[in-house]
Nanobody
Framework: QVQLVESGGGLVQAGGSLRLSCTAS????????MAWFRQGPGKEREFVAT???????NYANSVKGRFTISRDNAKNTVYLQMNSLKPEDTAVYYC????????????????WGQGTQVTVSS
């Protein structure tokens, strides 16, 4: 069983930056695909970014060029560096993991964190 704990959320002004962290325990982190999803007020959960063990990354069009996903296998941690934040980035951000192939489909992720709130003021 894999446990995921996110941190790093908060309140930031538009144009600012935040870095989210997600630390895993209970599994072999280096073998897992890791991803970030988000759910804004009144919206469905949506894909943000994913990365596999080989350094592959994939981003939603809405965050491409502004967000960067990375991982440190020695620390069992995946990060989401968020720059040039916009009010529409306001959401609860969730970390998720699965084995094998990266995907944008949230239904295919087995493990989820509790979420961390990101609020971007205009």
């Amino acid at each position: 069983q894999v446990q995921l704990v996110e941190s790093g959320g908060g309140l930031v002004q538009a144009g600012g930056s935040l870095r989210l962290s997600c630390t895993a325990s209970g599994g072999t982190f280096s073998t897992y695909v890791m991803a970030w999803f988000r759910q804004g007020p009144g919206k469905e959960r949506e894909f943000v970014a994913t990365t596999n063990t080989g350094g592959y990354t994939n981003y939603a069009n809405s965050v491409k060029g502004r967000f960067t996903i990375s991982r440190d296998n020695a620390k069992n941690t995946v990060y989401l560096q968020m720059n040039s934040l916009k009010p529409e980035d306001t959401a609860v951000y969730y970390c998720a993991s699965r084995k094998y192939v990266p995907t944008r489909n949230s239904d295919q992720y087995n493990y989820w964190g509790q979420g961390t709130q990101v609020t971007v003021s205009s």
